[in-house]
């Protein structure tokens, strides 16, 4: 169980959902040609998610003195796991993860793209050691990581297998798989910055510089509320444009009453948020917009099926 910890498993079992209703409720039901088979695929995310596991060990490993004035009850380091072990299991999943990347690049005959699991794998411990110190860079350097881990099953799903006939649909596609890394990212990237207002007073204790500390709680409270209406606004956009005005009305309605209301809610509620409690609230708040975003596209996949 501490290892689940140590891990953060629940973020884990997230983005395997996340990538296994991408594959099986959105690009199966569509009938195109996919570059990896089944096997193939689900070694695809895992290793994804041994590579996030890295990252989450490597944080664990050097966020100990924060978490301890954060949340002591996490601390696994030291305690339950010594930091030896700890990184000795870090470096166990990151080979993992990397050497399955490799053995994948190769099986669609794209050698290069090994490579794009070693950037991801570097960045994730360049974050844990600098970047996260960093305001604003380390929180985008998260939200970027999310984001790609959308963008790699179009790259390793679609893109070897794009050819001049099928070239429309797969291009049509993969925009959408864009859509969805670019809403990831925006909600992520808000989150990030929620959870620097909810550890403030750790990350103070241990000289760290993010945006709270820099200009403080109440400044950076009015910034989120303030980039929290780019996702609202582009939503907005994108029910108009795309989901309406092609009468997708079951697909509008969940995202009017699953993500649309909840991040109106949000910015309601980051306005007036003052304690580490009202930023812990709001930070899962934002975690369960993302899962309904993302299991959005399996309701916008059913609804298109149906109403043709």
């Given at each position: ?29 569509q ?48 305690k ?12 166990v ?13 190769n ?16 960045t ?72 620097d ?25 009015n ?20 989901l ?11 995202t ?6 909840p991040l109106?809610?949000f ?42």
């Amino acid at each position: 169980m501490d290892f689940l910890k140590l891990i953060r498993y629940q973020n884990l079992l997230m983005l395997a959902f996340m990538q296994l209703l991408f594959r099986y409720g959105f690009l199966k039901l569509q009938n195109i040609p996919l570059a990896l088979n089944e096997w193939q695929y689900a070694l695809l995310v895992l290793s994804t998610v041994l590579i996030a596991a890295a990252g989450y060990v490597i944080n664990n490993i050097l966020d100990i003195q924060t978490d301890e004035d954060n949340k002591p009850k996490d601390v696994i380091v030291g305690k339950t796991i010594s930091e030896s072990s700890a990184y000795n299991i870090y470096i166990v999943l990151n080979c993992l993860g990397v050497a399955i990347g490799f053995y994948l690049s190769n099986v669609i005959d794209k050698p290069n793209f090994a490579s794009l699991f070693i950037v991801i794998a570097a960045t994730l411990y360049i974050y844990a050691t600098s970047l996260k110190q960093m305001a604003i860079v380390g929180n985008l350097i998260v939200a970027l990581i999310l984001s790609v881990s959308v963008l790699i099953i179009g790259i390793f799903d679609l893109y070897p297998v794009i050819t001049i006939e099928n070239r429309q649909i797969l291009g049509s596609l993969f925009s959408v798989l864009l859509d969805y890394a670019v809403f990831s990212f925006m909600i992520n990237f808000i989150r990030e910055i929620v959870k620097d207002l909810e550890d403030v007073n750790g990350d103070y204790n241990q000289g760290m510089k993010t945006l709270p500390i820099i200009i403080g709680v109440k400044r950076t409270s009015n910034l989120v509320f303030a980039l929290s209406f780019i996702p609202i606004i582009a939503l907005v956009f994108y029910i108009k444009t795309y989901l309406f005005a092609y009468n997708l009305f079951p697909t509008t309605l969940y995202t009017l009453v699953f993500i649309l209301a909840p991040l109106f809610f949000f910015s309601v509620k980051i306005w007036t948020a003052k304690k580490q409690k009202d930023f812990n609230q709001l930070s899962n708040l934002l975690k369960w917009i993302l899962f309904f975003g993302i299991f959005s596209i399996l309701v916008l996949t059913l609804n298109i099926k149906y109403n043709a």
